[in-house]
C-alpha cells in the first residue's frame, strides 16, 4: 500500500441533555477513520471487481416480468457502490471495474478449485492486478402476496475473492437485503395487473446496490463512520468560554481554558475539566494523552454516573488506540 496520511474529519453539533453537575452534557458529533476487515499485504496496490453474474430470466420463475433487467441493474449498483467506496479513501493505486466477466470466462466461476484458481490467477494478470472481487451470483426473491400491504424482495448476492501474490484458495462470502415496499395505487397496478416492478421500486433498488457495494468494499479499505462524543457543560464563566470555542472547532483555544480549569478548587468543575480535555485530546489526534486525561478525570470526583461516563470513555478511547495502530498498518506506515 501507498503511504498516506490518516486525517479526521470533524463536523460538530451539540444537543444539551440536564441542567445540573455532571448530568450537565452534551454530545458532539464526529467522524473517524475505522481500518478494513482484512488487511491486505503491501504489495496488493491494484484490484479489480469483476462482475460474473448471469441474467435472472424471468420466464423460468414467478418473478415480474422485468425482474431480468432489475436484477442487472441491481449488479451494477453494486460495482458503483463498491468503486466509489474504495475511491474515497484512495486506499489502492487503481481500482478496475470489469463489468463483463463472462467475456473474459464464459462459464463464470463454475470450474474445480484447480482450474478456477489458474484462470483467476490469469486474469488478475492480464488486468494488472494483484487481488479480484469477484460478484459470482445476484438473486431476487419476492415471495409477497397481492393481500399484502407490505410487499418483501429479497436481493442476494455470492462474491467470491482471490488473491494473485498469497493464498491461491478462493473465499466466498453472501450477502443479502430485505426491501420492504409499499406500493401506492398507480404502483400497484404495475406490480399485480401489468405483472411489473415499477419505476420508484427501480429508484430504491439502486440505493440498495449502492450500499451492498460499499459494504463489500469496506472488507478491504477503511471507511469513515460518524458517531459521537459526551461533552460536560458548566455555568462557570470560563467554562462557557471553552463551550463557545469547542462549538466553532477551536480544541487548542478551548484546551487552554479546560486545562487551567482543571486546577479548580472546584472538585465539580475539575472532573468536567480534566474530561472536556480528553475530548479536546481526541480531536486533535493524541488518543493516548486523551486515556491519561480521562482516567484523571475519574479519580476526581467519587460520582457512579460521572465514572461510568469516564469508564464508556476509556473503553471507546482504547478502541480507537487500537483502531489507529491497524490503520497505520494498513496504509503501509
Known amino acids: 500500500m501507498t503511504t498516506k496520511s490518516l486525517l479526521t474529519s470533524l463536523l460538530i453539533l451539540f444537543s444539551l441533555s440536564g441542567c445540573y453537575t455532571t448530568n450537565n452534557f452534551g454530545f458532539v458529533d464526529m467522524q473517524v477513520m475505522e481500518p478494513a476487515t482484512v488487511s491486505l499485504p503491501d504489495s496488493i496496490v491494484n484490484l479489480a471487481i469483476v462482475d460474473f453474474h448471469r441474467t435472472q430470466k424471468a420466464d423460468e420463475t414467478d418473478l415480474k416480468t422485468n425482474a431480468d433487467s432489475i436484477v442487472d441493474r441491481y449488479a451494477a449498483e453494486t460495482l458503483k457502490g463498491f468503486k466509489s ?33 489458474h484462470k483467476l490467477s490469469a486474469l488478475a494478470d492480464s488486468l494488472g492486478v494483484q487481488t479480484l472481487v469477484a460478484l459470482d451470483t445476484v438473486w431476487l426473491s419476492d415471495n409477497s402476496k397481492k393481500t399484502q400491504l407490505v410487499k418483501k424482495v429479497v436481493l442476494g448476492s455470492r462474491w467470491g475473492f482471490f488473491n494473485a501474490l498469497g493464498d491461491s484458495k478462493t473465499y466466498w462470502k453472501i450477502y443479502t437485503d430485505t426491501m420492504l415496499w409499499i406500493p401506492n395505487r398507480t404502483e400497484s397496478i404495475a406490480y399485480e395487473k401489468n405483472n411489473r416492478y415499477p419505476k420508484t421500486f427501480v429508484e430504491v433498488l439502486d ?26 457543560y458548566s455555568g462557570n464563566d470560563e467554562m462557557k468560554k471553552a463551550d463557545t470555542l469547542a462549538t466553532k472547532n477551536q480544541w487548542k483555544e478551548a484546551a487552554e481554558i479546560w486545562t487551567k480549569m482543571s486546577k479548580s478548587d472546584n472538585k465539580n468543575i475539575r472532573a468536567k475539566a480534566t474530561f472536556n480535555m480528553a475530548l479536546a485530546c481526541e480531536m486533535l489526534g493524541h ?25 464508556d470513555y476509556i473503553n471507546i478511547l482504547a478502541t480507537r488506540l487500537q483502531q489507529e495502530r491497524k490503520l497505520k498498518k494498513q496504509f503501509g506506515g
Request: glycine share 4%.
Open 85 to 117: 467506496q474504495t475511491d474515497s479513501v484512495q486506499y489502492f493505486n487503481r481500482v478496475e471495474v470489469v463489468s463483463n466477466g463472462l467475456d473474459f470466462m464464459p462459464k463464470g466461476l463454475l470450474f474445480p478449485d484447480s482450474v478456477l484458481r
Open 287 to 311: 488518543i493516548e494523552l486523551a486515556l491519561e486525561w480521562v482516567s484523571k478525570s475519574y479519580h476526581v470526583y467519587d460520582n457512579e454516573d460521572h465514572k461510568q461516563k469516564c469508564m
Open 207 to 232: 440505493t440498495y446496490g449502492e450500499n451492498n457495494g460499499a459494504r463489500v468494499a469496506m472488507l478491504f479499505v477503511p471507511s469513515w463512520k460518524w458517531t459521537d462524543r459526551l461533552i460536560y
